[in-house]
């Protein structure tokens, strides 16, 4: 694992940036934020709509909470990359860019929602916690991985997008709603973890060829860490809204939850294998066996 302790040959990892890497890291901080502001105004317009959440209210939020959760783990990640490549790796450059991140995302949940405290409390202590955990992804040595990581859980987003624009357009297709949701479920994380895998090693390619295997693996594998952290955070925030019913749920309501827990745990868990096999195999086959024997030998 040497790979993302010592630093490689070229890889910057004492002073700032160069301005290519910073303006890099700046269009990743930015999609992250812009990511973010998406989905806490999603939420809030859920938060808003009048008066204390009833069941359904609360049912709603927590299965809509792994959009922000996620956003606001890579906006973390994004925040704490631009203030190292910036200013250096000093040593609170980057919970700095974590604790800002989520400190502004609970002042947004509370501006939305002051009716309810507990439940904006709940959400906000949500996202800064994992805003904190996302700017631990900064922390490696190799700045170029991190951002190809980064750049990797930008195209996750995208195919978020896509599946919240193009899963109501299939219902036509399957005779419940359910198998729509499943299907999406199933095959969307498969493709995006083949994309993400070619994406961080052609990105890695390009920009830093002497990278090992084990950069390889850490680049394709954190988009599917980073859903995975957001897919548990959601399933925390649940439980603790669901507290807040004197009643409990339901049992159709909580069949819902956890099958919606189900499916994004074992989304992310498909993005994680997916990705990081698809740049192993692209990492064994396509790069010539004297240059990884060069690179291992470097490594050593």
Not at 260 to 281: D, P
Request: proline share 5%; hydrophobic share 50%.
């Amino acid at each position: 694992m040497t790979d993302l302790i010592t630093p490689d040959k070229g890889d910057t990892t004492t002073e700032p940036g160069s301005k290519v890497q910073v303006a890099i890291s700046a269009l990743i901080a930015m999609c992250s934020w812009s990511w973010l502001i998406w989905t806490l105004i999603s939420l809030g317009n859920v938060l808003s709509m009048g008066g204390r959440l009833d069941q359904t209210g609360i049912v709603l939020v927590a299965s809509t909470l792994t959009p922000p959760t996620l956003a606001a783990t890579w906006a973390g990640a994004a925040t704490g990359l631009l203030l190292r490549a910036w200013k250096g790796p000093r040593p609170l450059s980057i919970p700095i860019g974590g604790l800002s991140v989520g400190i502004l995302s609970w002042v947004g949940i509370f501006a939305y929602f002051a009716a309810d405290p507990i439940i904006a409390t709940i959400i906000g202590a949500l996202l800064l916690t994992c805003a904190l955990i996302g700017s631990l992804f900064a922390v490696p040595h190799h700045q170029e991985k991190i951002r190809a990581a980064l750049l990797a859980t930008a195209v996750l987003m995208v195919f978020m997008i896509l599946r919240g624009w193009l899963r109501p357009k299939t219902e036509q297709f399957f005779s419940e709603a359910l198998d729509n949701y499943q299907a999406w479920a199933t095959y969307l994380p498969l493709v995006a973890g083949l994309v993400i895998g070619i994406a961080t090693f052609v990105y890695l390619r390009l920009r830093q060829r002497q990278t090992t295997l084990y950069g390889y693996v850490f680049a394709a594998a954190t988009p599917g860490l980073i859903w995975l952290i957001a897919a548990i955070a959601t399933q925390v925030g649940a439980e603790l809204l669901v507290h807040q019913l004197a009643d409990g749920l339901n049992p159709l309501d909580q069949a819902s939850l956890h099958t919606s827990g189900r499916y994004e745990y074992n989304g992310a868990m498909t993005v994680l294998f997916t990705g990081t096999v698809t740049a192993i195999l692209a990492y064994g086959l396509l790069i010539p066996k004297s240059s990884s024997k060069t690179t291992a030998n470097s490594d050593g």
